[in-house]
C-alpha cells in the first residue's frame, strides 16, 4: 500500500449530507478532483444545489472569482449509486473519507466494501463519536486507516481532528496532517477515545450549565448572559445547544458517557433529554431552551455581577479540569488541546492557558468545595491538577 496523498490526487467522500458536501468542497477547492457519492438521490440532488448557492454567494460578494468557482464545481463527481450498489467508482481514490451516519455496523460493512475495491488508498472516517479502531477492524490493511474529524461547516470551520488508531501506520498519519494541512485547515493530533478532543472536553460548558439551572441558582438567559460577559464566550451555553439542535447535542453527550462505562462526569440531563422528547429541539424546531415562534420576547437576563462570576468560575473550573485530564491520560498534546478548543468551538482563550491565568490551585479549590458539598464524582480533580497545584506548575 502507498502512504501518500499527493497534491491533485483523486479523493472520494461518501455522504451527501452538510458534513459529507463540506469536506467535498473543500478538497475541490484544494485542486483535488473528488467524487461525492450518497445512495439517496435527493440527497446528492440537495448537496449540489446548497453547494452552487454558497459559492454564488461567495461570488456576488466578492470573495471568490467565477472562474475559481466554476473550476472547483468542475472538479467535482456526484453520484447517487456508488454507495447504493457499488463502491467501485472509489478504487483509485488515494483518500476515501465516509460521513454517513453515525452506526458503527453500517460503518463497518462500507468499510468491508471499499477495502475490497480499494487496496492502496487511506480509508478514513469522519465520525465524532465512534471507535476508529471498530472500523479498521473490518479492513484487511487496516494499518491504512485514520480517523479525519471535520466541524460543520467544513469550509468554514478550520479545526480538523486527525485520529489514528492503535495500528494505523505512522507514516499514514504523516501524511494525512500534511494533506489536510495543505487544504488550508489547521490540524490537531487526537487519541481514539470518546470524543476524541473537542466533544469530550467541552462536555461541561453544557453539561454544569443545565446543573446551575436545575438547581435554580440561575435561569438560561442569566446564565448565558454570564458567559458570554463575564466567561467571554461568543454564546453561551444555551443558545448554543438551540443552535445545535438539543437531540444533536443529547446524543453526543449519550454517546460520550456510555463509551466511558458511564462515568458520572459525562452523565446526560433529565432537562435536556425532555426536551428532545417534546420535539423542543431548538432553533430548527421554533422552540428549545427559548421560544423561537414570532411574537415570543427572550426572558431578559439578571445582570448580577457577583452571582455572574460564580457561574462562570463553576463551569470554567470544570472546563480546565476536564482539558487537564485530557493531557493527563494522553489524548493530546498541551498545545493542540488549546488549540483544538479554540479553533473548533471558539472558545476565548485555550483551557490550558486559561487554567494558568485563573491559578491552577484556584481551581481545584473550586472543584474540591463542589465535591465536598455534593458529594459527586462529576466534580472529581484530574490527578495532574492537584500534583501541578500542589507543586505551583504551569502548563506554559
Known sequence: MTATVALGAPIGVIGAGAMGAGIAQVAAAAGHPVLLADADPAAVQ???????????????????????????????????????????????????????????????????????????????TNTSSLSVASLASVVSTPERVIGIHFFNPAPVMPLVEIIPWLGTDSLVTANVRATIDRWGKTTVLAADTPGFIVNRVARPFYGEAIRIAEEGIADYATIDWAMRTIGGFRMGPFELMDFIGNDVNFAVTQSVFAAFFYDPRYRPSLTQQRLVES????????????????????????EDGALGARIAERIVAMLVNEAVEAVHLRIASPADLDLAMTKGVNYPKGLLAWGDEIGLDRVLATLDALRAEYGEERYRASPLLRRMARDGARFS
Do not use: C, H
Request: glycine residues 8%.
Open 46 to 124: 440537495r448537496a449540489r444545489a446548497t453547494m452552487e448557492k454558497a459559492l454564488a454567494g461567495l461570488v456576488e460578494k466578492g470573495k471568490m472569482e467565477a472562474a475559481a468557482r466554476d473550476a472547483l464545481l468542475a472538479r467535482i463527481s456526484w453520484s447517487a449509486e456508488s454507495v447504493r450498489d457499488t463502491v467501485s467508482g472509489f478504487a483509485g481514490a488515494a483518500l476515501v473519507i465516509e460521513a454517513i451516519v453515525e452506526d458503527r455496523a453500517i460503518k463497518q460493512e462500507l468499510f468491508t466494501r471499499l477495502a475490497a475495491v480499494n487496496a492502496t488508498g487511506v480509508i478514513a
Open 279 to 302: 420535539r423542543f429541539l431548538g432553533r430548527k424546531s421554533g422552540r428549545g431552551y427559548y421560544d423561537y415562534r414570532p411574537g415570543i420576547e427572550r426572558p431578559a437576563a439578571r
